[in-house]
């Protein structure tokens, strides 16, 4: 984004505009809505008091993550993909990682120096932060960090556990909800950056910002969580939170991203035999999952499968469905500065399907699923299940010199080329910049990927005034 600095008597000028239209009552116009697109005026000129989102692109001063606290299926090993990660990260950008306590904190360094992670990195490129939590997803429960002039803000959403709240049988999940929801405060408290709250319920990995004012946004993830909202409503709170001037609905979710009661499970079939197949407690639509701005005004948008591809399964239909409407919208939208959209495409995975019994945590958590409230038929919790990896090459975490992307030929060789593509095309989106490959699949097994276990922390250096 560019920004024009202006002097201190224009920029006070400017604010006591402001005011005097607060005390007269006036209000910015509403934003006319059209072809699944926000529209405002244009500002020529953005004053370095203005709230903004930075790109994920841009320059990093940390990444936060949380580590595992237990393996969602038993023999997919979440801590060692964590440690892949870190190894690559460390390299060019801190983590910050939290743990629950000193005592997992020594057990955890031990784990990583047994990996291979010098003891030198621990202090300085990973730096454990003691907290509260008891799951990793903190793209959606941590906070969304604002830039407004030299200091960060911490915009902290309601979190209802990703709109399952009133399908989950377990009368603990309330207390998992009362200390997931209270994650984005604690990371604000302990690095000294001040929250703002919303009153909207909503997680950051439906959100994708170019950083320079407009937001892409699914319409299923907010108003499942929000149904008491509008979009000029949700587009006011953005302009609030983020000084947003453009916001770009999109609607659908992807086929393994479907809510797990709502819009699951499909029946397909499995080895030429009828059954159902669940989405693994996933969100209904985040967007970090099929579309992604690497550009101001550029867009990696999943490429849709076709007629023949979506014939044959329910999952990549679903998906072909959501995407083709994407592309339309996309194809007719403008930045803030009534740019046109580019599109670029990113492969596609194939349904990656997984079975599942008692031995593994994301079993048990769909167990306690209350899929009769939909009047389909509760899991069985005596007999395994077949569910559906939320697996993506567009939720890949972009930082300092470094892109991390999942591969799926492990687990699938038939993804070798797919994954090879998706390398290159990544290369040619951030060019300059290392792309790591890594085998996700103990993350997607749980709902989401490498995007969403991560929460940049961008710098904050601006020039003076």
């Known amino acids: ?44 000129a953005i004053a370095a008091e203005e709230k903004r989102v930075p790109a994920e692109w841009e320059a990093h001063e940390s990444i936060w993550m949380a580590w595992p606290t237990y393996h969602n299926k038993h023999d997919w090993d979440a801590e060692a993909t964590y440690a892949q990660l870190l190894q690559a990260l460390i390299t060019k950008v801190p983590v910050e990682l939290c743990v629950a306590d000193a ?24 730096r454990f932060r003691i907290m509260n939590y008891q799951d990793i997803w903190l793209r959606d429960t941590g906070p969304i960090f604002v830039q407004q002039g030299k200091q960060l803000l911490a915009v902290d959403f309601n979190f209802d556990g990703w709109g399952w709240g009133g399908f989950v049988k377990d009368p603990e999940f309330s207390d998992f909800l009362q200390l997931e929801e209270g994650v984005d405060r604690s990371i604000a408290q302990m690095v000294n950056v001040t929250p703002v709250k919303s009153k909207l319920t909503l997680e950051g990995g439906a959100l994708e910002f170019n950083g320079q004012g407009t937001v892409i946004v699914s319409e299923d993830v907010v108003f499942q969580r929000n149904p008491g909202w509008n979009k000029l409503q949700v587009e006011a709170e953005f302009r609030r939170l983020f000084s947003t001037r453009k916001v770009i609905w999109l609607t659908g979710f992807m086929g393994n991203d479907a809510h797990p009661v709502i819009n699951s499970p499909y029946q397909m079939a499995v080895q030429e035999t009828p059954q159902p197949v669940y989405t ?38 679903q998906n072909r469905k959501t995407l083709l409407e994407a592309q339309r919208v996309l194809s007719t ?22 079975k599942l019994d008692e031995q593994d945590k994301i079993y048990q958590l769909m167990t306690f699923l209350n899929f009769e409230r939909e009047g389909k038929t509760n899991i069985d919790p005596t007999k395994p299940i077949t569910g559906v990896l939320a697996s993506s090459y567009l939720n890949y975490l972009v930082t300092n010199n ?14 070798a080329a797919k994954d090879a ?24 097994v749980g709902g989401g990927g490498i995007h969403c276990i991560t929460r940049q922390m961008p710098k904050t250096e601006v020039p003076a005034l």
């Open 103 to 126: 005592a997992m904190q020594q057990k955890v360094q031990a784990y990583l120096q047994a990996k291979g992670i010098a003891a030198g990195q621990f202090g300085s490129r990973i």
């Open 421 to 444: 593509q998706a390398i290159q095309v990544l290369q040619q989106a951030f060019p300059g910049r290392q792309v790591v490959a890594i085998d996700a699949r103990a993350i997607n």
């Open 1 to 44: 984004m560019r920004i024009i600095y202006l002097p201190v008597w224009a920029t006070r000028l400017l604010l006591a505009s402001s005011l005097l239209s607060s005390l007269l009552g006036c209000r910015e116009p509403d934003l006319f809505t059209s072809h699944g697109t926000s529209q405002s005026v244009h500002r020529q």
């Open 280 to 317: 693994l407690m996933t969100t209904n639509g985040h967007t970090d999952a099929f579309v992604r701005f690497t550009s101001s005004n550029t867009v990696l948008l999943a490429q849709p499968p076709s007629e023949q591809e979506a014939a044959q399964d329910p999952v990549v239909a």
């Open 402 to 415: 470094l892109v991390l992307v999942a591969k799926y030929a492990e687990l699938y060789p038939d993804m």
């Open 333 to 354: 939208s403008t930045d803030q500065d009534n740019q046109p959209l580019q599109i670029r495409y990113m492969p596609e995975t194939r349904s990656m399907l997984v």
